[in-house]
């Protein structure tokens, strides 16, 4: 049985956990084994599985070729928690498995998750503000109205205006592109945008997009320096000096811009271990619980790089402005100190690399309730943000571009209603423009007409009839 590409969609999580156990249920090799002079069928060991399972995940298209032993050994711990297997007397419900030569066996049933009951599938559509509909238009302040008193003065205006003696006023309710009005179409456009990408008929399964703030949306697009990092106007909100300047020496050594005091043999493996224990201490990932499953859904996408950069720009939008630069701060540095040669090794067991995605993808990325493969989900974002995010943590231009002309455009429309005279003078239409400058027919000159047919010759000297 292969692996096979876990599309985008809701529960895809769950969906990964099933299509994991079926592969592991269905390939893991099982065989006769021998313990305390007794024989023991159709079972395996607990390094054997771990074998089987490390190299099942390295080359599953859904994982990351660099999960490693550590974390397989943690998946197996859950699989023998939920029942998935069990040892060879029968026990499971504890997380007592290790890399050993202790056997286990498969259960007779298959334990997979169910899926959650959806309601009746609709298609769902971003709804746009419907800027005519008078009714409805929650920006709109209410006017309260007096009640009129009829008496023989108002009795009159109103006969006189009814037999047509004075004219009736006529009161314009004018509509104005609020400043909640155009959070609206931020927030509108951009989840409709997310959406088309995903491929999903709604976001309802796996975003709560009542949650998502447009405010954060516009900040993470215009407040921005020259590096694209986000500008915070909380400073209480920004990361402490300490950490910036560990993250800073780390990311530009040998050359670190902050460093005055002599370092010291093992100095740089110090002050990774500060940086690892402040972003281990954060009680919510930098991606929030509340992004986790729209995050996950984007994995799905990763065979086509361009359509998950372009999803992970627009889901990084939605981020709080102090985790979208902190995130920004925390990958840019690790993807620098991956590929810098000049940095000692800040592990002996493991790579820069792996040490890397190993300690600050739960701090990136993890569920808010126990997921089973949340580990190995954050490893391979967190894989695909230190590859790619240069791109992934930049504006996405087309996005921004067609939000801003949808905004101009309807304050043009609301212009032309409300002053209608003055729209015509500072925007004529083409037929008014052929009334005030009507167009000259042009003749051209005989002179030339008659160089294109006739091309010019030289004059040539002839022989004179004179004697």
């Given amino acids: 049985m292969e692996p096979r590409l876990v599309e985008p969609g809701p529960y895809r999580a769950t969906r990964l956990w099933n299509e994991t156990i079926e592969l592991f249920r269905g390939g893991m090799p099982l065989r006769k084994h021998r313990c305390h002079f007794k024989s023991y069928e159709r079972c395996f060991t607990a390094s054997e599985a771990v074998d089987w399972l490390h190299r099942l995940l390295r080359h599953n298209q859904n994982f990351s070729p660099e999960v490693t032993r550590a974390q397989t050994v943690q998946l197996l711990k859950k699989f023998l928690k939920n029942h998935v297997i069990e040892d060879i ?22 334990p997979l998750k169910p899926y959650p009951k959806r309601p009746p599938f609709r298609k769902e559509i971003i709804k746009f503000p419907n800027w005519d509909d008078t009714e409805k238009d929650t920006f709109q302040e209410h006017i309260p109205i007096k009640q009129i008193t009829l008496n023989s003065e108002m009795w009159f205006k109103r006969h006189s205006i009814a037999i047509g003696e004075v004219p009736t006023c006529r009161f314009v309710h004018r509509r104005l592109l609020t400043e909640a009005n155009i959070e609206e179409i931020w927030k509108s456009m951009t989840l409709s945008h997310l959406q088309k990408i995903l491929g999903l008929d709604s976001l309802e399964d796996v975003l709560d997009t009542k949650l998502v703030n447009p405010k954060h949306i516009i900040q993470n697009v215009y407040h921005i320096n020259k590096q694209g990092v986000v500008i915070l106007e909380d400073k209480s909100k920004e990361l402490p000096h300490w950490v910036l300047s560990a993250m ?21 493996r110090d002050v990774f271990r500060t940086i690892a224990d402040y972003y281990g201490h954060m009680k919510e990932p930098l991606l929030t619980f509340q992004l986790f499953d729209i995050f996950v859904s984007v994995l799905g996408l990763l065979q086509k790089e361009s359509l998950a950069i372009e999803a992970l720009q627009v889901c990084c939008l939605l981020l709080p402005p102090e985790n979208r630069r902190k995130v920004q701060l925390l990958i840019t540095m690790m993807a620098r100190i991956s590929i810098n040669k000049d940095l000692p090794p800040l592990c002996d067991t493991a790579g820069t690399r792996t040490l890397m995605v190993q300690t600050f ?3 990136i990325l993890c569920s808010k309730d126990e997921v089973d493969l949340d580990e190995l989900l954050a490893a391979k974002l967190v894989s695909f943000l230190m590859d790619n995010y240069q791109k992934i943590l930049n504006i996405p231009c087309a996005l921004k571009a067609a939000i801003e002309e949808h905004v101009t455009h309807l304050r043009r429309v609301q212009f032309q209603k409300s002053y209608p005279d003055v729209y015509k003078e500072r925007f004529p239409t083409r ?12 003749r051209k000159p005989m002179l030339l007409m008659w160089a294109f047919k006739k091309p010019f010759q030289p004059f040539q000297r002839t022989r004179s009839f004179r004697m």
């Fill in 431 to 442: 037929e008014s423009e052929a009334v005030l400058f009507p167009e000259k027919s042009k």
């Fill in 361 to 363: 993808s739960r701090s």
């Fill in 248 to 268: 800073k020496c780390l990311a530009n050594w040998p050359r670190c811009p902050d460093l005055k005091q002599p370092t010291y043999l093992g100095f740089e």
């Fill in 89 to 110: 007397k029968g026990r499971w419900g504890k997380e007592d498995f290790e890399d050993n030569n202790h056997l286990y066996r498969f259960p007779p049933f298959s």
